[in-house]
């Protein structure tokens, strides 16, 4: 295992190192920015209202509205990043791994846009009639050729497998452990419920996720910032120097003294990029296969749909997590978290609110990891139909239910160092490989991404194109 560990260690820091993933990410999403003048600041308003007040639109083709299809990137979203994947980033780069994280976010608002564009002008349409969509599409039908084909072909494996990783043993590695850790819970009766749960939701389809995370994911989402806010409330006094700590560390590195003392802006600034995309996945492309989705005829429409979800994930719930843990003092890591992200974070709660902040860190948990989960796999599928068409559904799915179980026993069998948890890493290796055939799509396709946002918000009277294929696979 420990072999296993060094390899997936050493690739991570090549993807993740300062000249390769790191630069990308930033770069891709400020030239998105520039093309398209700074859309997600101008358009987050008319975004936001569409999203939650307006939600759908009537008459148009897809599988859920616009508001199911950004409860379900949320859901896919809101999980161990947003509570365990901050907590790591603070730990191993200091409170300024958060800056970051902001600003990873800011500038992946446009990347997340492109992605919806992309996902909904280039999706088909499968034998069971529902939609297909995200960058093996566009990087296939929009690049074309053999050049295309072959980034569409390696994004759909290493997302496939992706899923395996962030969407589903990350998960239930960080929410047995979070529930052990609270409530003395063993870690396979926890793996065993959320195995026999998450299962009967991925069975039903994109149609039962988006009920189901219409409801759901926004229940979550604020009972946890609620939480969060009571452990503010708790150091108000200390708030202000938390902040100051957070853009202070941002451009000197300090880190927490378990282990990582010494670390260098550099390290602020990987642990912040890597984390961010882990938590938002702006740049990974998932954006674009849940956009695809959507009851749509205007790309550009669902595209700032989209791109409130990087907002809502990093902008505000990781902000919530990231100063409850700067603010308690706890990231510098004088206690044993096990190898746990989550209970570090349990730990800032618990600082807080005595025996009952580990607890509501726990429930919290297990409430994002469970949404993320289920979307996930259906993240992981469509990329399966793409490669071996509908046949393959419900032989992956099974499989990806049976996965979920395994991170448990992962996490009742952890003997790893925080540094390097075989889990974790594997995660940002596969995030990594996948991003890369995304992004460079993205740069190739720039000029797609803008002719539909300027057909639907620079030409008056404009009501955008149809841009759904009927293809069937």
Not at 48 to 54: G, P, T
Not at 141 to 152: A, D, P, S
Not at 255 to 260: D, I, K, L, N, Q
Not at 375 to 398: F, S
């Amino acid at each position: 295992m420990e072999a296993i560990s060094n390899v997936l260690d050493a690739l991570s820091g090549i993807i993740w190192g300062p000249y390769v993933l790191v630069p990308l990410l930033l770069l891709t999403g400020v030239f998105l920015t520039i093309v398209l003048r700074g859309l997600q600041f101008r358009q987050l308003g008319p975004a936001l209202h569409l999203a939650l007040i307006q939600r759908k639109e009537e008459g148009a083709d897809g599988d859920v509205s616009h508001y199911r299809a950004l409860t379900t990137a949320l859901a896919g979203t809101v999980g161990t990043g947003n509570i365990a994947g901050v907590a790591t980033a603070i730990f191993i780069g200091g409170p300024g791994a958060l800056f970051w994280m902001w600003i990873t976010a800011l500038f992946g608002m446009a990347t997340k846009y492109g992605e919806a564009v992309l996902g909904v002008k280039y999706r088909e349409t499968d034998r069971a009639g529902e939609k297909a969509g995200g960058p093996m599409f566009y990087l296939t039908n929009g690049i074309g050729g053999r050049t295309g084909r072959t980034l569409g072909v390696l994004f759909a494996v290493f997302a496939a497998i992706a899923a395996f990783g962030i969407g589903n043993m990350v998960q239930s590695f960080e929410t047995t452990s979070a529930v052990e850790e609270a409530f003395g819970v063993p870690t396979l009766l926890t793996g065993a419920v959320l195995t026999i749960g998450a299962g009967a939701v991925i069975l039903g389809g994109i149609r039962a996720i988006g009920r189901f995370t219409a409801y759901f994911v926004p229940f979550m989402a604020v009972a946890y910032m609620l939480a969060a806010t009571i452990v503010l409330l708790v150091n108000i006094a200390n708030v202000p120097g938390a902040i100051g700590q957070i853009f202070s560390g941002a451009f000197t590195g300090t880190a927490a003294t378990g282990g990582f003392a010494g670390a260098a802006l550099i390290l602020a600034l990987q642990s912040g990029v890597a984390r961010g995309i882990f938590s938002n996945e702006s740049g990974l492309g998932t954006g674009g296969i849940a956009a695809a989705a959507a009851q749509t005829t205007v790309p550009a429409r669902q595209g700032i749909v989209s791109m409130t979800q990087t907002f809502i994930d990093t902008i505000v719930i990781c902000s919530f997590t990231g100063l409850a843990i700067v603010a308690s003092g706890v990231w510098t890591g004088e206690g044993d978290f096990g190898g746990s992200g989550a209970r570090l974070t349990q730990a800032a709660f618990g600082e807080s609110l005595g025996s009952l902040g580990p607890q509501l860190v726990a429930v919290g948990l297990a409430l994002f990891a469970f949404s993320t989960l289920i979307t996930w796999a259906y993240y992981g599928e469509r990329n399966i139909v793409y490669l071996v068409g509908r046949g393959g559904v419900v032989p992956y799915r099974l499989v990806f239910i049976g996965v979920i179980f395994v991170g448990a026993l992962a996490a009742g069998a952890e003997t790893l160092v925080f540094a390097l948890n075989p889990v974790w890493i594997f995660a940002d290796v596969m995030n990594g490989l996948m991003a890369l055939p995304n992004l460079i799509g993205l740069i190739l396709l720039a000029g797609v991404i803008w002719r539909e946002t300027r057909e639907y918000f620079f030409r008056p009277g404009a009501e955008g194109r149809r841009s759904t294929s009927n293809r069937v696979r």
